[in-house]
């Protein structure tokens, strides 16, 4: 499974960003796929959840101002972000892991098989 991120860069509070993430390698159809964030200092957190029922689980960080989605004709999970506050500041992960469903525990990146390498995210004041 191979996931690259994509999308990101510095904008300012209150602006908006769409982050891509291109998945391919995939075996199983059942799928949870996610975004997480890592702010500088800080352990790394689940943002956004989908997967293959297209069930979406939110942060409360999240809830109203983020939407993830998934593109089937590209293969592609967005996460389009309105918004944005300097506490958004951090590298983005999409990961995976497989099969699996939603759940309650969706969010833990303790619980995703793959990773991909981030895209940075800058949010000026």
């Known amino acids: 499974v191979q996931l690259v991120e994509s999308g990101g860069g510095s904008v300012q509070a209150g602006d908006s960003l769409r982050l891509s993430c291109a998945a391919s390698g995939f075996r199983f159809s059942r799928r949870l796929m996610g975004w997480f964030h890592q702010a500088p200092g800080k352990e790394r957190e689940g943002v956004a959840a989908?997967?293959?029922?297209?069930?979406?689980t939110y942060a409360d960080s999240a809830k109203g101002r983020f939407t993830v989605s998934y593109d089937v004709a590209k293969n592609t999970l967005d996460l389009h972000m309105n918004n944005l506050k300097p506490d958004d500041t951090g590298v983005y992960f999409c990961?995976?892991?497989?099969?699996?469903?939603?759940?309650?525990?969706?969010?833990?990146?303790?619980?995703?098989?793959?990773w991909g390498k981030g895209a940075l995210v800058t949010v000026s004041s």
């Open positions: 989908f997967d293959s029922d297209a069930t979406t």
């Open positions: 990961a995976a892991a497989v099969p699996r469903a939603a759940d309650g525990r969706c969010l833990e990146p303790s619980g995703m098989d793959y």
